[in-house]
């Protein structure tokens, strides 16, 4: 699937920029830095986005359909582990995935 590149003006400086994604409150990059919005090219952001591309074509369910791998309670949204693997993701509930805490983002050194 190909995504158009749309003209984006942001809302903070003004500035347009053409890019795939943006809303009515677009943010260019500089602004979402200034402002601590995710970064648009971040592997958090990224894995993310693969995540919702692949609910899209259906590789993965709706994870509300899906039990919760840890307290096998009714599950939320996915929980990534390793971002760099952005569709090893399993299906968690708000509360067990707050208590795993943030996937790792890139190599960490062990020990
Ligand atoms: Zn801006
Ligand atoms: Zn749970």
Redesign the pocket.
């Given at each position: 699937m190909t995504q158009k590149l749309r003209r984006f003006v942001c809302a903070n400086c003004k500035c347009s920029e053409l890019t795939t994604g943006g809303g009515i409150n677009y943010h260019c990059a500089e602004c979402r830095k200034e402002k601590g919005m995710p970064d648009l090219t971040s592997p958090q952001y990224l894995a993310h986005q693969a995540v919702a591309k692949a609910r899209k074509a259906g590789l993965l369910a709706d994870p509300k359909t899906l039990a919760?791998v840890?307290?096998?309670?009714p599950?939320i949204e996915y929980d990534h582990r390793d971002y760099s693997k952005p569709l090893a993701v399993e299906p968690?509930?708000r509360?067990?995935n707050l208590r795993r805490g943030p996937a790792l983002t890139q190599e960490v050194s062990h020990g």
């Open positions: 919760c840890d307290c096998q309670g599950a968690v509930c509360r067990c």
